[in-house]
Each structure stands twice: as C-alpha cells, then as structure tokens.
C-alpha cells in the first residue's frame, strides 16, 4: 500500500499508480487529506475500486470447476470424487448461488447457504461443504477472510466391537468371502480400499506390503491408486495363521469397498451381532494395541497414520469389555495403598 507523504502545507497527500501512457509515463491519483491515515485510506480504497473493475467477472459455479480442475493429479482420486460431487449437490441445491459473481460474493450470502444446510444436514457434512466453498473463493479471493458461523461438531456416536463381537463375527464368516477381509482389518488395521487392492503377490512371508488402495471414481468405475500418504505405504506383519489362510485360499477377496460393507452389514444382522461399520475393525485392531501397552508409534506405523491426532480423538477409547477390568486394576491399586480390602467380584 502507498505511504503518505506530508506536504509543507500540514496536509497528507498519497500517490496511487493508475496507468502508464503510450510513452511510458507513470500516471498517478492523488489523495490529499489532513491525517495520515486519511490520506491513505482514500487512496487504498482507490485502488481495491480499481482492481475490481478490472477483474472479469467469473460465475461460481465456474469457479468450482475452475478449482477442481486445478486439484486434479495433485489430491487423491476419493478426494476429487467428494469435490465433484459437492459441486454437483451445490449447483442443484443452490442454482442462484451458483450464478453469482465470485469477486462480489458476501459473507452474508454465504451465511443463509450454511444456514439453509445447517437445517437438512449434520454438522460434518455442512462443515465439509463449507470447507470446499471456502476454498474455491480463497482461489480467487486470497487476502478475503469471511467470519461464518457453523455448526458445533458433534463427537461421533461409534460402537467399538468388543472381543466378544469379533469372537462371534469370525464364527459367522468362517470360510466365506468375508473372512479374509475381516481378518486383515481387526488383526491388522487395514482400511477396506486397502484390502480390496492387496493381491497374493503383496505378501511374502508373513509380511504384507500395502502399496495401494482401491477407490471409486466420479463416474462409478474403481481403479487402483497410490495411498493418500506416504505412511500409508508400509509393510505390516500379520499372524503366521493368516498368512496361511491366504496362501491356502490363493487370493484376497473378490469384494470392491461398497460391497464388502454391505456384507459386513448383514452378516451383522443375521447374526445378531451389534451394528458397527467395517472401519471400526480397524478402531478395534487400534484400540486392542493401545490396551496392550503398545506404543503409538508403532500403531501409527502399522495402520498408517501420519500423527496421533486421529489416536487421540478416537482409537484411544477403552472397548467396554475392558472397561471393568482397566478400573478393577486402579481401584486394587488404591485399595492396596490405603491398606484396604477390596473385591472385585
């Protein structure tokens, strides 16, 4: 921004460059106040004017597209479905939205949108939505910062299998397409897109490399692509038993990730076996190291995690069969600090 310069009259002049000439000479406005700050507030409003009048008005919904496209090859492939489909969902939902000036949107306008999705959809889904908008807009508008309110995140509401759900689970899969699947995401964190990549040539030994991950594109089709991130490809030991039971069945599975979820679901029901998502294996296998006093580093490392911060906020829950056993052990402990008797049946 252009300084001010006091003249020998006391007043404040600022010079803001406004066009050169066929010549080559600098033309300027000049903006004389008797403060400063006056003076320099005048001639940067002067300018942000000029700007935006030079600026060719680009739609939204241009914007979108011109931001995802600038993504491409650089986010992962579920990354990139998720921004197609937000635009997609945004450019029907909000059509006049959509046809808006992105240099002349206000915070205001983007309030009522978030508001409007705040009313039909959870607070995580209106916060992702709101995070893509924004970032389309910081494309354009970099140095803008918009003060919108959203919705209070709400902790999840999961259910981490117990021993007892796992016991019951491997009982019902027991040489069926599942097991395999099952066995590679509780007993060694694996993600479904992971597993559905692995093939017979990943593992050698009882050392499985996890080199890739199946994901479902845009228009629907699934292809195999590189992990999200670096950590994410490593090698994990399994169980000498499941390294067996995949040699002896010759391949991984046949399921894609839509469909071994669907299959998770009704062996669940079927079964009678509390509902839980086919991620929350891998919650388990988590939960299971941390209780048994393995180090996060090395659980990060297995599951493929960059940092702890995901640890923190969901592996780290005691399972609740545990929970008993963990707070018998404290109460013991205390009870024999204060020379007390204490039972635990």
Known sequence: MASAKKLPSGQWRTLVYDYTDEKGKRHYES??????????????????????????????????????KSKDNVFSESTMTSYRYMKKLIEEGYPEFCKLDIYKITQEQIQVLVNDQ??????????????????????????????????????????????????????????????????????????????CALTIDDLSGNTIHVSKSKVRTYDGKFIDKAPKTYSSDRYIEIPPFLADKIREKGYITNYKPNSI?????????????????????????????????????????????????????????????????????????????????????
């Open 31 to 68: 903006f004389t106040a008797s403060t400063k700050k006056e003076s320099e507030f005048q001639g940067a409003e002067y300018a942000l004017k000029k700007k935006a009048k030079s600026r060719t008005a680009v739609k939204f919904y241009e914007a979108m597209e011109n931001f995802i």
């Open 118 to 195: 705040a009313a039909k959809f959870a607070s995580k889904t209106v916060r992702n939505r709101y995070g893509f908008i924004s970032s389309v807009i910081k494309m354009y508008r970099p140095d803008d910062y918009f003060r919108v309110s959203l919705p209070q995140k709400v902790r999840p509401d999961l259910y981490l299998p117990t021993d007892k759900d796992i016991e019951r689970l491997l009982t019902a899969v027991k040489d069926t397409e599942l097991e395999i699947p099952v066995m590679l995401a509780a007993f060694a964190t694996m993600r479904e897109g992971e597993i």
């Open 261 to 345: 979820m669907d299959a998770l679901d009704r062996t669940l029901s079927r079964n009678g076996i509390p509902r839980f998502r086919f991620h929350d294996l891998r919650h388990y296998s988590a939960s299971v190291m941390h209780a048994l006093g393995i180090p996060d580093v090395y659980i990060m490392q297995r599951g493929g995690w960059n940092t702890d911060t995901v640890l923190k906020s969901v592996y780290r829950h005691s399972m609740s069969d545990r929970q008993k056993e963990m707070s018998d052990k404290a109460n013991q402990h205390f009870s024999n600090l204060c020379n007390t008797k204490y039972n635990t049946k």
